[in-house]
């Protein structure tokens, strides 16, 4: 029988490998629920200015304040799940692979006419891999610290 310490120390060597299999699993429900599951509309949908949501916001429009916080929600397992996959734990890495694939969802969505294509969200997505990344990092060094292992 398996003690709770070899199955830890199992589970910490296959954490690249079973980290991999969420963020791909993670990976596909994003892009169905962002950008497959949307319906067409009939034009190209966009605004590239940086930041212009901000001065909506200033100018009424607070449900865009939800909108910012559910883009960065949506990009925190992502980054954490980055945390174990990277072999080399170096932050700019989540950032450039988080921007990755925001951008490649917002080109999705504007070539597919299924959403509204903005340079906010690729900030407001790469900022929520950033978080979940560090989180990750943070979870880590205090079980490094605390676990026998």
Known sequence: MLSLVSILEKVKNNAR???AFFLSGYVMFVLY???FSRVERETYMYDLHPFWSYSAILNGKVNLIEEH???I????PFGFL???VLKRKQW???MVLGCAFSISIEAMQLFMKKGFCEFD????NTLGCLIGYVIAGVIMRIC???CPI
């Open 144 to 146: 490094i610290k605390n």
């Open 82 to 84: 980055l945390w174990f």
């Open 121 to 124: 969200d690729v900030f407001h």
């Open 17 to 19: 490998v079973i980290a």
């Open 92 to 94: 700019w890495k989540a």
């Open 69 to 71: 916080y559910l883009n």
């Open 33 to 35: 629920r962002i950008v």
């Open 73 to 76: 929600a949506l990009f925190i």
